[in-house]
């Protein structure tokens, strides 16, 4: 399988991601800043501006995702790297106390573990995740998310039935 690389300098390819954003998708804001481009765009278009960034604008790895809590909603940051030094954060948020959003898996494969964290730590849901399963807490027995800032932890009422 041959990887093409985006051609250019960094100004110009941080450019040209934006412009390919701009053209495609509503954006709510963006910003550059040295090696990176910031987009903020809603929710529901998570997965058609994944899409963009890799088949049509060649920013082939999905890094990272993180998740934060701001209590009553939660904050997604997805990096994308062009491995030519460029990266891309998408950013997005979604209100609610169980957080749903639809999954990346289906264009970035790494996408699998780093929902798999999310769900496992925020209790965020991904919906069309192919194995969404706790890759750290116990499966069953513990419905708690450790990340989210309304865990408590009381080790007798949290780990009952664990041991």
Request: proline share 5%.
């Amino acid at each position: 399988m041959a990887i093409s690389l985006p051609e250019g300098d960094l100004d110009t390819r941080l450019e040209r991601y934006l412009e390919g954003f701009r053209d495609r998708h509503e954006l709510e804001e963006h910003d550059t800043k040295g090696n990176a481009l910031k987009v903020v765009i809603p929710p529901e278009s998570l997965q058609s501006v994944l899409a963009t960034a890799k088949e049509d604008l060649g920013i082939i790895h999905l890094s990272f995702i993180t998740v934060v809590d701001r209590e009553g909603s939660f904050e997604f940051t997805y990096e994308l790297l062009d491995l030519r030094g460029g990266r891309v954060m998408i950013k997005t948020a979604i209100e609610g106390e169980e957080p749903v959003i639809g999954t990346a898996t289906a264009v970035y494969p790494t996408a699998n573990w780093h929902e798999r964290e999310a769900y496992d730590m925020f209790g965020v849901a991904f919906a069309g995740h192919p194995d969404l399963r706790r890759p750290y807490m116990w499966q069953d027995n513990f419905d708690h998310h450790p990340l989210v800032k309304s865990f408590e932890i009381s080790t007798r009422r949290t780990f009952e039935g664990l041991r």
